[in-house]
């Protein structure tokens, strides 16, 4: 039975307000309140300065639950799978067949729940419905240029003529300035836990999709730039906007939209289910770098949502998160020009020395080891294995150029896992075995389907995107972040017996405390 319009918004509108429920797991005032209770003074002080850290993200975990047995040259090797889920309600089980669509994922994460259909309502409806409208609505929005108002997609082509090399982080930066500056004048809009849930929410959404919206156009008018440098700003506008409305009109996703404007042409079905499906798995992944610091941006009220997202952005860009990706690509460039042999020699030489090799290895998971027990990051498997289904299908056909980069992949593969490592000096010790990290997958990828690497980074922010906002709605109901890091006892100087700052103190105090107007001269 139909519901009524206005009860159909009513419960839209207690969707959308609903909040997570903060995690009650703190393991920092819990070590503090067991080394009280043993009188362990020193570590109790220490732990001190982290109580402010978030109890728990409690939207991904990732500890080993699967584990397999890999050949490496003859050796059996068990690799020992990381695992995560979004506030253990889904699993990348779920994910990886197929089971879950994008708003589904988002939800969960949102929300602390998994949506359901109430009176008619399909929930994940509402939010997939929502995050599509803010998306198409950029192309028609007018904002305040640099000399005049104009509509969005002019605003990114005026951007794209002026620097037709940049990536699509940087037309997001500018025209988040250009937004910041135009509504400075307006009252304050940023994080508050003070403000309505559900509009707040929808305010996050429109911005973040504002921003996929602008970075993708500007990716596709690099292609555009590329064919005829001599378009004009208008004519490239135009174009891009045209492409986007026939998308909207074959009732495309904002995603599906997005991946074809990343191709620069009509992205295919097994295309965008490849993109999909790593877009979802890189929604949200534990403490990374652009997660703390959304929650940073959350915890202390940043004054725009523009800035949380910029600023999530910014370190999601970084040389250590995500440059990886980067790095890579100059790698590859080295190695495509030398001989194979050649290429063997550099390679091993990397490894052998202090400089490591791109997309192996990672900070928090154990991908390296001597012994028979590796850990294994489950997602550049999980990306990769899509694409060669529909290589194997001949769904997708690579070119030489193609070929010959990926092939260098493979083997970069085989000499850090499969054949392993022998060091200067450690000839007698088994080989040093690196497993491939995130990274790995998502650029073999992305030079399969032909994705610029100046575009690369923004694949993975637009599901990171609500990964920030998890954290953020999550990081709001919480204490503020201030953690303090203990100095180093050696440099902490004794007590002084100079009076000069105390005499200052109590002077001040005893003016404030004593006279009728301090400020005036007594």
């Given at each position: ?52 850290l978030p109890q728990s993200t409690a ?294 020395g202090s400089t490591s090799i791109p ?10 080891g001597r012994g028979n027990q590796i ?148």
């Open positions: 039975m139909e519901i009524s319009t206005q009860k159909r918004l009513r419960l839209i509108r207690q969707t959308l307000s609903e909040l997570p429920p903060p995690s009650n797991y703190t393991p920092v005032s819990d070590a503090i309140e067991r080394s009280q209770t043993l009188e362990e003074k020193e570590i109790a002080s220490t732990l001190v300065g982290l109580s402010s939207v991904f975990a990732n500890p080993v639950q699967h584990s397999a047995t890999a050949i490496c040259e003859g050796s059996e090797i068990e690799l020992q799978i990381r695992s995560f889920s979004i506030r253990g309600q889904v699993r990348e089980g779920e994910i990886v067949a197929g089971k879950l669509t994008p708003a589904q994922l988002i939800y969960a994460g949102l929300f602390g729940r998994r949506p359901e259909t109430i009176d008619g309502l399909d929930q994940a409806d509402v939010l997939a419905a929502l995050i599509d409208r803010k998306f198409y609505r950029t192309i028609k929005e007018r904002r305040s240029g640099l000399d005049d108002r104009q509509t969005v997609p002019y605003l990114v082509a005026s951007f794209m003529k002026a620097y037709p090399e940049a990536g699509p982080e940087l037309v997001i930066q500018h025209l988040s300035a250009l937004k910041k500056g135009e509504t400075a004048h307006r009252p304050d809009q940023g994080f508050s836990d003070s403000r309505h849930s559900g509009l707040f929410l929808i305010q996050q959404i429109s911005n973040h999709m504002g921003n996929v919206a602008i970075g993708a156009m500007s990716t596709y008018m690099r292609y555009r730039l590329e064919e005829n440098n001599d378009v004009s700003v208008a004519d490239l506008a135009e174009q891009t906007t045209n492409f986007v409305k026939q998308h909207q009109a074959d009732e495309k996703t904002a995603f599906q939209t997005t991946y074809s404007l990343l191709l620069g042409r009509e992205v295919a079905k097994v295309e965008g289910e490849i993109l999909e499906m790593m877009g979802m798995i890189q929604t949200h992944h534990g403490s990374a770098a652009s997660n703390m610091v959304a929650r940073y941006m959350a915890s202390l009220h940043a004054l725009s949502t523009s800035d949380f997202f910029v600023a999530s952005q910014m370190i999601l860009d970084g040389k250590r998160h995500f440059g990886a990706i980067h790095n890579l690509t100059r790698l590859i460039q080295e190695l495509e020009v030398l001989s194979t042999e050649e290429q063997e020699v550099l390679i091993r030489e990397r490894l052998k997309t192996f290895g990672h900070p928090e998971i154990s991908a390296a850990q294994q990051d489950p997602r550049a498997a999980i990306y990769l294995s899509p694409l060669f289904a529909a290589i194997d299908k001949g769904e997708i056909q690579l070119s030489d150029h193609q070929l010959n980069r990926l092939g260098i992949i493979q083997r970069l593969y085989q000499i850090a896992l499969v054949e392993g490592v022998v060091r200067p000096g450690r000839e007698n010790d088994p080989p040093l075995r690196l497993t491939p990290n995130t990274d790995f997958g998502a650029w073999s990828v992305q030079e399969a389907l032909g994705i610029s690497d100046a575009d690369r980074t923004l694949l993975t922010y637009v599901f990171r995107g609500f990964g920030w906002m998890m954290d953020g709605r999550e990081q709001l109901q919480l204490k503020i972040i201030r953690p303090v890091i203990a100095p180093d006892p050696k440099i902490v100087p004794d007590t002084e017996e100079d009076q000069n700052v105390p005499d200052q103190v109590l002077s001040v105090h005893d003016r404030l405390r004593r006279v009728d107007h301090a400020f005036i001269k007594n």
